[in-house]
């Protein structure tokens, strides 16, 4: 009997009883219960596992040998024995206030202390409460804590005005995990962020963060070959169904829902709900991960620090730069990276730092993220979004660049006039963001010998090449895309070349000349 594919909400132990499907990953988790280090922090973007391993982790340290028959782990040295195990959900405690997650915390504790077998007081302060738990559950030998969605209250709370509240609750939690080095065995945190200014990451000196270590890179998601191994199968299945090329299908499914890298010299990965899911479905190409559950604080952060999205994809990234994540001063880089939006694309050691190079990961994510983006910056819904980029779609493949104009135009009035920008950056963005929605393979900033091109769109049979002022005129641009040979380096392509100069108005604040001209 064919098992069927775990999606999600499903413990290590429903899973193996219920015969469900496992891929096989337990060699990392021989490796990080059997490393000396002993305290250890993960992160990895949502629906990637997290829960899972924090489950395989429970079981492992509970002793429950039997339930890892057949498994890797299984016949790996390792002496089974059983720990009293705090394991503690954070998503689970109410977060709308500091008070009630503190309230929400003793209750998780209080839960815990019942599953070990202690008795806790009537201790109403979360912090000191913890600090009880893990005296007297010490007395049943070392400690392993296990803390899953550790940042979910800050994640949840990113812009209210209690959010200093929120994360000194915390801060008094998590300091117990310092205070009681000497009573624990094994310490696992996981969450979406790393937040710099919670106790565990200035005040934890013991800490291990592997988010970004190689060796454990493929421990969340499925690598190609894990896909071929597991998946290969069915997803012949699926193209003879659909009466497609197996090869060919095989590289769409990569394109969609691949591409995940978590360190530079590492396989990329699936995200495993997504690709769980399409297979179920199917295989219907579509978005999985975002419909499961966008989360909202990635836009608001954006959009209330005006963060260029396109800038940040199209330059280098500092190693340390993606090493800070202060909820008090969101960067881009390292928020988007974090939560899996972008991914390493690629990397250089140049001048004693890594530099990074980010991208989105694949399909399902871009096309995805771009319309909600796109939604943002207009302020549009995004059945709106989509109506305009399937105009934008039908114009690209008529070469009508008079209705790409207008579809352009109308975006940009669909704006807020309070919320339009006087910057020419801000039309940039969108109009680069409703090309790359339409697979048009824009790219902005491109350099060139003789100078920066704001825009150029390769199409598989025609070229563009845009240049945008602000209260200037249309012809200054077309003059300066001319006079500095910007379509030169696309000349022997064979293909048809358009130039076009763009002027945008402070006063009307939209697109107020196009001129263009064909090479």
């Known amino acids: 009997m064919r098992q069927t594919i775990t999606t999600s909400g499903y413990t290590f132990e429903n899973i193996i009883e219920k015969n469900l499907f496992y891929a096989d990953k337990t060699d990392y988790f021989h490796k990080i219960v059997t490393d000396d280090s002993g305290v250890f922090f993960l992160s990895r973007p949502r629906r990637f596992g997290k829960s899972l391993s924090v489950s395989i982790l429970k079981n492992i340290f509970k002793g429950n040998k039997e339930l890892f028959k057949n498994l890797k782990i299984y016949d790996m040295p390792y002496d089974w024995k059983a720990y009293p195990v705090i394991n503690l959900n954070i998503s689970k405690a109410p977060c709308e206030s500091a ?19 202690v008795e806790l007081s009537v201790e109403k302060h979360s912090g000191l409460l913890f600090g009880e738990l893990i005296t007297k559950a010490s007395k049943f030998g070392k400690l392993v804590i296990l803390i899953d969605e550790y940042d979910k209250p800050l994640v949840e709370n990113i812009y209210a005005p209690h959010i200093e509240e929120i994360r000194q609750v915390l801060e008094n939690f998590y300091i117990n995990i310092k205070a009681s080095d000497e009573h624990l065995r094994f310490v696992f945190m996981t969450g979406v962020t790393k937040f710099s200014k919670v106790s565990i990451f200035s005040k934890l000196n013991n800490l291990r963060d592997i988010t970004m270590n190689e060796s454990y890179a493929t421990m969340y998601g499925y690598t190609q070959k894990e896909v071929e191994h597991y998946f290969g199968d069915r997803i012949d299945e699926l193209a003879d169904k659909n009466k497609i090329d197996r090869k060919e299908y095989r590289e769409t499914i990569r394109q969609w829902y691949n591409g995940f890298r978590f360190h530079e010299d590492a396989a990329t990965v699936y995200n495993p709900v997504s690709l769980g899911m399409f297979i179920n479905e199917g295989g219907r190409f579509t978005n999985y991960w975002f419909s499961t559950g966008s989360p909202s604080f990635i836009f608001d952060v954006l959009k209330k620090q005006k963060i260029d999205f396109f ?15 202060d909820v008090t001063n969101m960067l881009a880089a390292p928020l988007l990276l974090q939560t899996g939006y972008l991914t390493i694309e690629s990397a250089q050691f140049v001048f004693n730092k890594t530099l990074y190079k ?17 939604g943002m910056l207009t302020e549009r819904n995004l059945q709106d979004v989509s109506t305009e980029i399937t105009r934008l779609q039908m114009a690209m493949i008529a070469n009508d660049t008079a209705e790409m104009q207008k579809v352009l135009k109308s975006h940009i009035a669909a704006i807020p006039y309070t919320h339009r920008s006087d910057f020419e950056e801000n039309y940039q963005n969108i109009i680069f963001s409703i090309f790359r929605l339409i697979g048009a393979g824009i790219h902005n900033e491109v350099h060139v010998n003789s100078g920066r091109v704001d825009a150029i769109i390769v199409n598989h049979d025609h070229i563009y090449i845009f240049e945008f002022k602000m209260n200037q005129s249309a012809d200054v641009a077309l003059a300066q895309i001319k006079d500095k040979g910007y379509a030169t380096p ?22 107020v000349e196009w001129k263009e001209e064909e090479l």
């Open 99 to 117: 008070h009630l997650l503190n309230k929400g915390l003793c209750g998780l504790l209080h839960d815990s202390a019942n599953e070990i077998g």
């Open 311 to 325: 800038k940040t994809i199209n330059e280098q990234i500092p190693d340390f730069v993606l090493d800070s994540f």
């Open 358 to 374: 980010l991208n989105f990961p694949n399909l399902e994510i871009e096309i995805a993220f771009e319309h909600h983006l796109l």
């Open 490 to 511: 696309y000349l022997s392509d064979g293909k048809p070349i358009t130039l076009i100069g763009i002027n945008f108005s402070k006063e009307e604040r939209n697109i």
